[in-house]
């Protein structure tokens, strides 16, 4: 990459940089949004939009803001010059184009982003973001490594910003009916709550092409950024779901998905950090060219009850959510890659399981089997991104904000700190810092490849 790309914008860092150093909340650049009262976003009454990761879920979360009257997409960012340009193309009367997100931050233009870019730009793209006073739409998993959440969550309340996590079955109807459910006492105390993803992947996973050159409009050095650099090689940017199979760059499926079916359990229990994480992996049947595991199993011990994860690549088996007659084929289970999740909540009065679409109770006792189910109490979502615009407008905390999110991406990022120590994790939910082991600690603060810095100072 270009002396340009590597080491410019010394304006913008050190505008930042002077910015914390003056006080909290003291904004690099004023925008709409930033002197905004309810209904008083920015120019002519739209929301300005800027994108940062022009891939599938960028481009959904984008589509979905756009199709709003008070928005208007005003800038497209990614250093893939063809997804940069197909995206553009649809917007070309109001977006500017951008190969490099700190350009576009400093737009006044721009009221709020949409990171959408692999897991491990999505710490330092955030506090770039908040620093140039802008509001952010952060896609899942907030971030990569255990020190970077805390860093997003302090950064995004220093600058009082409005930051939505990309979690968007938490707008779903039937995760409203089961926190409902869990919070009404009907299934008795809750002592386990399982959960699961699956799929059959193997043996041949994502293949084995060769590391090689990059395509051509592809900025590889852009592209690692903070992270580890390696050769390029397709499988790493060839899908969403690919290079979350590189550990470096997406940290696993647990780390890609967890993050939306464990949101039930913390949002219907209100729960904290875990006291203890215990984290079993392996790669045992896919023989391809990644480095995530195709198995993992996690414990979180939280004070009053355990919480277990199990995630497969080389098994498609669904438990309770199978659905066998779906997925047979004259009497013998169809083969593929089906993806299945789910999970369980086991309680003194009975189990209640379900998926992002449906719920099953089994009661053990009268007293389940009798009861009458609670009244709807959680009003229906307008919709996870249609949220995240309304409360740039009001400025309040969306449903998927920082101050939650943080707590669930914390035992996620403590799930993939225990996979890699090879040994259980104990936590202190009062001070979020890891107790009595000091690799580990150290650990979960991540090195960023320079010239990029990890932003310590939030910490």
Avoid at 166 to 192: C, D, F, M, P, W
Wanted: aromatic share 8%.
């Amino acid at each position: 990459m270009s002396k340009h790309n590597v080491f410019s914008r010394r304006d913008f860092m050190a505008a930042a940089a002077k910015a914390s150093a003056v006080g909290v909340g003291v904004p690099m650049v004023v925008s709409g949004s930033a002197l905004a009262g309810p209904g008083r976003p920015g120019a002519n009454d739209r929301i300005q939009i800027g994108l940062i990761g022009a891939g599938a879920m960028g481009t959904a979360n984008l589509s979905r803001c756009a199709e709003y009257p008070d928005v208007v997409v005003t800038g497209i960012c990614d250093i893939w010059k063809k997804k940069r340009e197909v995206l553009l193309a649809r917007f070309k009367k109001s977006a500017k184009p951008y190969h490099d997100y700190r350009d576009m931050l400093q737009q006044k233009d721009v009221d709020a982003v949409i990171i959408a870019t692999p897991h491990h730009w999505h710490c330092r793209q955030a506090v770039d973001t908040c620093e140039a006073a802008k509001d952010i739409y952060l896609q899942k998993p907030m971030t990569l490594h255990l020190a970077e959440s805390r860093v997003v969550k302090n950064v995004v309340l220093r600058y009082n910003r409005v930051c939505q996590i990309g979690t968007q079955i938490h707008a779903g109807s039937t995760y409203r009916r089961v926190v409902e459910l869990v919070r009404s006492g009907n299934l008795g105390k809750i002592s386990v709550v399982r959960a699961f993803l699956v799929a059959n992947h193997a043996p041949e996973g994502e293949g084995n092409p060769p590391d090689g050159d990059p395509p051509a409009g592809l900025d590889w050095e852009q592209w690692v950024g903070p992270a580890p650099m390696r050769p390029f090689n397709e499988n790493i940017v060839k899908s969403g779901y690919a290079h979350t199979l590189f550990l470096d760059y997406g940290g696993g499926r647990t780390c890609g998905m967890a993050s939306h079916i464990l949101d039930l359990p913390y949002w219907a229990l209100d729960l904290d950090f875990p006291i203890r994480v215990t984290s079993t992996s392996g790669k045992y049947c896919i023989k391809d060219n990644t480095d995530a595991p195709d198995t993992h199993e996690v414990t979180w011990q939280f004070p009053d009850l355990v919480m277990t994860w199990s995630m497969s690549q080389v098994s498609s088996f669904g438990f309770n959510l199978q659905d066998v007659r779906r997925y047979t084929k004259h009497g013998a289970a169809m083969e593929g890659v089906q993806r299945r999740l789910g999970y369980y909540f086991h309680a003194v009065d009975g189990t209640l399981f379900g998926n992002y679409d449906a719920y099953t109770i089994i009661p053990q006792t009268k007293k389940l089997a009798d009861a009458e189910p609670p009244e709807k109490s959680i009003p229906p979502s307008p919709g996870h991104e249609r949220e995240w615009l309304d409360c740039i407008r009001t400025r309040q905390e969306p449903s998927c904000g920082v101050t939650y999110h943080h707590k669930v991406n914390t035992g996620n990022m403590l799930a993939n700190l225990a996979m890699k120590v090879g040994r259980s994790i104990r936590f202190d939910p009062a001070t979020e810092k890891i107790v009595g082991d000091d690799e580990a600690a150290r650990l979960a603060k991540p090195d960023y490849r320079h010239p990029w810095k990890f932003p310590e100072e939030y910490l």
